[in-house]
């Protein structure tokens, strides 16, 4: 039960990847320039001060490097790019284990 609701969750967060990758062709082709939406600025769009809020609880209870250079480079790849990565490991976690080879099942 739990494969199947990440696999489902996986393919829901792939469909989320390719909508998002196509709103920015599609705004780069209107624009006549390459336009890419930083994962920052989306998270901002949706929750404008639970970001500041992340930003402090990272900062002082595990560590100020872990939110300057880590989090804030992530927050600079494209939605759809970390979207996708997020929905393919959540497939890959969901998917059966591969059978072992030269092992015996009994």
Partial sequence: ?????????????LATAFVTLLGDVTRSVAGARLYVTPLG????????????????????QVHPFIWDPVLVDLMRLPVWLAV???????????SKPAPRFGFSSR
């Avoid at 039960?1 to 967060?13: K, P």
């Avoid at 600025?41 to 002082?60: D, S, T």
């Avoid at 996708?84 to 969901?94: D, E, K, P, S, V």
């Fill in 41 to 60: 600025e989306r998270l901002m769009a949706l929750a404008p001060g639970k970001l500041a809020l992340a930003q402090a609880f990272v900062e002082r």
């Fill in 84 to 94: 996708g990565a997020i929905g393919c490991l959540a497939i890959r976690l969901g």
């Fill in 1 to 13: 039960m739990f494969r199947l609701l990440l696999r489902f969750l996986g393919l829901c967060l």
